[in-house]
């Protein structure tokens, strides 16, 4: 299947519906998130995790283990809804019905998308970059996000370095980006 998105007279193509590895796929510690979200969303907001990239799947996993061990243990369990590795894949973290802890005042009405890796000074390669483009417009497609929705990077709502300098400038070109 082919999922088209229109923004602002611009459209965009996206072949099939994106891979999204399912959260009980890379871990069995499940999510302790109750609070709900009421789609469709009005926000996407980009993150990074700082940490470090990963490029295989097996690596990522581990990656993404260890983030939500830090997460449990220092954050109350507080989780991003999605996170994208440069292997390509979508993981799920709470997924599109469990509200992310991901941006303060913003959690109830945004999905939160993290680039796992530090892009201060370097971008994601390209299939990370076209995997968080298929799932912004499979959000939309599925009536999870607003056709005219509002893309933000997380340091516009917090003092932050979020989600670094080189992939901050790569978003503000994409379709929805707003900087106020």
């Known amino acids: 299947m082919k999922v088209l998105l229109v923004f ?15 959260h009980s796929e890379w871990t069995n510690v499940p999510s302790n998130c109750t609070d709900t979200l009421d789609p469709p969303l009005s926000y996407i907001v980009i993150h990074h995790t700082a940490g470090n990239r990963c490029f295989k799947t097996e690596d990522c996993k581990r990656q993404l283990r260890n983030i939500q061990n830090y997460h449990m243990k220092f954050l109350s369990g507080k989780a991003i809804l999605f996170l994208i590795g440069e292997d390509g894949n979508i993981y799920e973290g709470r997924g599109w019905d469990k509200m992310g802890a991901h941006t303060f005042h913003y959690n109830h009405i945004s999905y939160g998308i993290a680039f796992m890796g530090n892009f201060m000074n370097t971008s ?4 990370a970059l076209n995997a968080s483009k298929s799932l912004i417009a499979y ?5 999870n996000l607003t056709p005219r929705y509002t893309l933000k990077g997380h340091r516009q709502f917090l003092k932050t370095a979020c989600p670094g300098d080189t992939l901050y400038n790569i978003i503000k070109t994409w379709p929805g980006w707003k900087a106020t």
């Open 139 to 143: 959000a939309v497609s599925r009536k």
């Open 8 to 22: 602002s007279g611009i459209l965009f193509a996206v072949q099939g519906d994106p891979l999204i590895i399912k």
């Open 124 to 127: 994601p390669n390209n299939l």
